[in-house]
Each structure stands twice: as C-alpha cells, then as structure tokens.
C-alpha cells in the first residue's frame, strides 16, 4: 500500500511539473503563401516592363496557384503569354481588362488574389497597368 501510495504522489508530481512546461508550438506545413514578385532585389523599368522579366513572374507567383491548366477558375489561366491575353482582355485599355478590374477591386469580395491572400503590391500593379497601356507586348 505504501508503494502505492508513493507512485500515486509521484506521479501527481510529475504531472505537475510537466504542465508547467511551456514551448511555442511547433510550426505544422504551411501553404506556400503568395510570393512578392515586385523586383525588389532586381531593377524593374516600371515605365517599359517586360512580360518575360516583371509581369509573367507576377502571375505565376500570385494567379496561377488557382489559374493554371488543372483549375482555370472562372476560365482564366495565368501560365503563358496566350493564356493570360484569352478573356476580357484589352490591350492599351486596362480600366476595360477584367484582370486589371480584379488586381484593383476596392471589395476583398471580389478581389484577385482572394483573401486571405494579400493584395498585389502598388508596385505590381503599377507594373500590369503600364504593361497594359503599352499594348501588353510579349517581350
């Protein structure tokens, strides 16, 4: 009875001096989140982009998780030059262009890339916008 007694105090003891460890958590697998693709650490001419070099890498990073060849949503793709320009899209007209309409969306609603997802930068934008308005050459 006496050995019981002791492994039950033990026990208790123990218990309590393990709750009182405390850690942070370990992370579990993530997402992956959406990239910032805006060439911070490479020049971008804001004024000229190139499709290649400043506004395909935006897509990919951002759009193409949920547009792409698997899952088109609302049927538009994000992989290639000819996939981007096949819906709603305007050359030299962005405030026409449904994709540009949806990268500047006010309602997080209706928004691309959709919440929780954070908004493209003002730079990325700034970036499509002018690609846009130059005739969204494939260069």
Same mark, same amino acid.
């Given at each position: 009875?006496?050995?019981?007694?002791?492994?039950?105090?033990?026990?208790?003891?123990?218990?309590?001096?393990?709750?009182?460890?405390?850690?942070?958590?370990?992370?579990?697998?993530?997402?992956?989140?959406?990239?910032?693709? +805006?060439?911070?650490?490479? !020049?971008?001419?804001? *004024? @000229?982009? %190139?499709? +290649?070099?400043?506004?395909? !890498?935006?897509?990919? *990073? @951002?759009? %193409?998780?949920?547009?792409?060849?698997?899952?088109?949503?609302?049927?538009?793709?994000?992989?290639?030059?000819?996939?981007?320009?096949?819906?709603?899209?305007?050359?030299?007209?962005?405030?026409?262009?449904?994709?540009?309409?949806?990268i500047t969306?006010?309602?997080?609603?209706?928004?691309m890339p959709?919440?929780?997802?954070?908004?493209?930068?003002?730079?990325?934008?700034?970036?499509?916008?002018?690609?846009?308005?130059?005739?969204?050459?494939?260069?």
């Amino acid at each position: 009875m006496k050995h019981l007694i002791l492994l039950v105090v033990s026990g208790m003891v123990l218990s309590l001096a393990l709750s009182a460890c405390k850690h942070a958590p370990m992370p579990g697998p993530q997402a992956p989140g959406i990239i910032d693709s +805006s060439g911070v650490n490479q !020049p971008v001419d804001t *004024a @000229n982009p %190139s499709f +290649s070099n400043a506004i395909l !890498p935006i897509f990919i *990073a @951002n759009c %193409s998780g949920c547009h792409n060849d698997n899952l088109a949503n609302d049927g538009y793709n994000f992989t290639t030059y000819e996939k981007i320009k096949a819906k709603k899209f305007y050359p030299g007209n962005p405030d026409d262009t449904k994709l540009y309409e949806s990268i500047t969306e006010d309602d997080d609603e209706d928004r691309m890339p959709q919440v929780p997802n954070p908004r493209l930068s003002s730079g990325q934008i700034l970036l499509i916008r002018n690609w846009i308005l130059q005739g969204a050459l494939n260069n």
